[in-house]
């Protein structure tokens, strides 16, 4: 069996959760000990794996039903999440929707995150069978070190006392953008850093003015950082706060969990059976829901749910997700 995963747009989506996805499936299969290829010019497999949606993604399916190879489309995204995120993203999201369905229902078989996102898609009237199998985690990435943690605060020039608060995501509505600043508004005196980037001129005029500076002091909008200082961010940070309105997974949000760190989301439907308000998480749906949640979390009287968020991400370890992908590329194969 050997598998050719299919990636297009790689620099352009890399800064993205299908981005990380996609360097998660590499690891989850070398670490089940699938044999794999990147390269679109491969000739030599049984099953594509494809993750995006370009036209390129459908000229390589297209080109794998010739040969009689098996297709397997991984659902990163839904009309749903594609909504409130680039300009013009919400008067095209019916057409984007007839081109996933299209896309989706040429592959013999779906893989999607959660079970939420498999809901959405099955309501598409899709019939192809689905399974949801988690992006994963690369949990040694997220272990607490002092030195990682040193180089976030030296970044950003924190003392070692000030409060801070972190974020990690594209500059999308969708993502609760709007929310964080506001927040932020209510505790200046609490750092608040959004990590990520997204190309300013592709997102709505509103986010675009936040992103330039229609946002209080105490915000900060440091672009996308990969490496040891968000790594020391995640572990160093006082909590997470991730107000999304819609995912089909939220891959920053198991970095979080898998470091040890207080979360917490909106209260969407993405985390239903995974993530549980009280248990493992902390969850509000309002501006006055998180800002009241905030002040318990920081100043230490609400329960300490860490240990708990970090047992849910061990069970979403890369490990773990390369013998599930491994489970259904035999069943692909096999039908």
Same mark, same amino acid.
């Given at each position: 069996?050997?598998?050719?995963?299919?990636?297009?747009?790689?620099?352009?989506?890399?800064?993205?959760?299908?981005?990380?996805?996609?360097?998660?499936?590499?690891?989850?299969?070398?670490?089940?000990?699938?044999?794999?290829?990147? +390269?679109?010019?491969? /000739?030599?497999? *049984?099953?594509?794996? =494809?993750?995006?949606? !370009? %036209?390129?993604?459908? #000229?390589?399916?297209?080109?794998?039903?010739?040969?009689?190879?098996?297709?397997?489309?991984?659902?990163?995204?839904?009309?749903?999440?594609?909504?409130?995120?680039?300009?013009?993203?919400?008067?095209?999201?019916?057409?984007?929707?007839?081109?996933?369905?299209?896309?989706?229902?040429?592959?013999?078989?779906?893989?999607?995150?959660?079970?939420?996102?498999?809901?959405?898609?099955?309501?598409?009237?899709?019939?192809?069978?689905?399974?949801?199998?988690?992006?994963?985690?690369?949990?040694?990435?997220?272990?607490?070190?002092?030195?990682?943690?040193?180089?976030?605060? +030296?970044?950003?020039? /924190?003392?070692? *006392?000030?409060?801070? =608060?972190?974020?990690? !995501? %594209?500059?999308?509505? #969708?993502?609760?953008?709007?929310?964080?600043?506001?927040?932020?508004?209510?505790?200046?005196?609490?750092?608040?850093?959004?990590?990520?980037?997204?190309?300013?001129?592709?997102?709505?005029?509103?986010?675009?003015?936040?992103?330039?500076?229609?946002?209080?002091?105490?915000?900060?909008?440091?672009?996308?950082?990969?490496?040891?200082?968000?790594?020391?961010?995640?572990?160093?940070?006082?909590?997470?706060?991730?107000?999304?309105?819609?995912?089909?997974?939220?891959?920053?949000?198991?970095?979080?969990?898998?470091?040890?760190?207080?979360?917490?989301?909106?209260?969407?439907?993405?985390?239903?059976?995974?993530?549980?308000?009280?248990?493992?998480?902390?969850? !509000?749906?309002?501006?006055?829901?998180?800002?009241?949640?905030?002040?318990?979390?920081?100043?230490?009287?609400?329960?300490?749910?860490?240990?708990?968020?970090?047992?849910?991400?061990?069970?979403?370890?890369?490990?773990?997700?390369?013998?599930?992908?491994?489970?259904?590329?035999?069943?692909?194969?096999?039908?």
């Amino acid at each position: 069996m050997k598998v050719l995963i299919y990636f297009e747009g790689q620099q352009l989506l890399s800064k993205s959760g299908i981005g990380r996805a996609f360097d998660h499936q590499k690891k989850a299969l070398e670490s089940a000990g699938v044999p794999y290829s990147t +390269d679109e010019n491969e /000739l030599d497999y *049984d099953i594509l794996h =494809i993750n995006t949606y !370009g %036209l390129n993604s459908q #000229r390589m399916v297209r080109r794998a039903k010739r040969a009689d190879k098996q297709v397997i489309y991984h659902a990163h995204s839904t009309e749903e999440d594609f909504r409130n995120s680039f300009i013009g993203s919400n008067q095209v999201s019916a057409i984007y929707k007839k081109h996933l369905v299209r896309l989706y229902s040429s592959a013999d078989f779906i893989i999607t995150p959660t079970l939420y996102s498999k809901k959405v898609i099955e309501g598409y009237g899709i019939e192809q069978p689905i399974e949801a199998i988690s992006n994963g985690i690369d949990l040694t990435r997220f272990n607490r070190n002092v030195e990682k943690e040193k180089q976030f605060r +030296d970044y950003f020039q /924190l003392p070692l *006392d000030k409060k801070v =608060i972190i974020s990690v !995501g %594209l500059y999308f509505e #969708r993502k609760g953008l709007v929310d964080f600043v506001e927040v932020a508004r209510r505790f200046p005196e609490y750092t608040f850093i959004w990590f990520g980037h997204t190309p300013l001129y592709t997102i709505p005029k509103k986010i675009r003015a936040i992103i330039q500076g229609d946002h209080p002091d105490n915000v900060i909008f440091p672009g996308y950082i990969k490496g040891d200082i968000i790594e020391g961010a995640y572990t160093n940070a006082d909590l997470f706060f991730f107000p999304s309105y819609e995912e089909t997974e939220g891959i920053v949000v198991l970095e979080a969990l898998a470091s040890r760190q207080h979360v917490l989301v909106r209260e969407i439907p993405v985390y239903d059976g995974w993530l549980v308000p009280g248990e493992n998480a902390y969850m !509000g749906r309002t501006n006055e829901d998180f800002c009241n949640q905030i002040e318990q979390i920081i100043e230490k009287k609400a329960i300490d749910l860490r240990e708990n968020g970090w047992q849910t991400a061990q069970g979403k370890s890369i490990q773990a997700i390369g013998q599930q992908l491994k489970s259904v590329y035999e069943k692909v194969l096999g039908n």
